[in-house]
Nanobody, 119 residues
Framework: QVQLVNSGGGLVQPGGSLRLSCAASGSIDRRYVMGWYRQTSGKQRELVADITGGGTTNYADSVKGRFTISRDNAKNTVYLQMNSLKPEDTALYYC?????????????WGQGTQVTVSS
């Protein structure tokens, strides 16, 4: 079993920055895609960004140029650097790790951390 613990959320003003981190325990390795999803009340979780063990990244169009995802395989940790934050970035952010070819069986989620962007 894999456990993900994400942290780093908080309240920030528009235009500010925040860095989220997610530490994995268990059997995560470079085969796993790791990423960040976000969810607002009543909505489906949506992909923010993800990254493969080899460093290939994928971003939602809404965050391109503002957010940067990275991972430290040695520390089993994935990060999301969020810059130029906007009110519409407000959401509960979840980290995720999964095997893309076996997602139904290997799909793990952190507990979520709240990001609120408000003046």
């Amino acid at each position: 079993q894999v456990q993900l613990v994400n942290s780093g959320g908080g309240l920030v003003q528009p235009g500010g920055s925040l860095r989220l981190s997610c530490a994995a325990s268990g059997s995560i390795d470079r085969r796993y895609v790791m990423g960040w999803y976000r969810q607002t009340s009543g909505k489906q979780r949506e992909l923010v960004a993800d990254i493969t063990g080899g460093g290939t990244t994928n971003y939602a169009d809404s965050v391109k140029g503002r957010f940067t995802i990275s991972r430290d395989n040695a520390k089993n940790t994935v990060y999301l650097q969020m810059n130029s934050l906007k009110p519409e970035d407000t959401a509960l952010y979840y980290c995720n790790a999964h095997l893309s070819t076996f997602r139904s069986l290997y799909d793990f989620w952190g507990q979520g951390t709240q990001v609120t962007v408000s003046s």
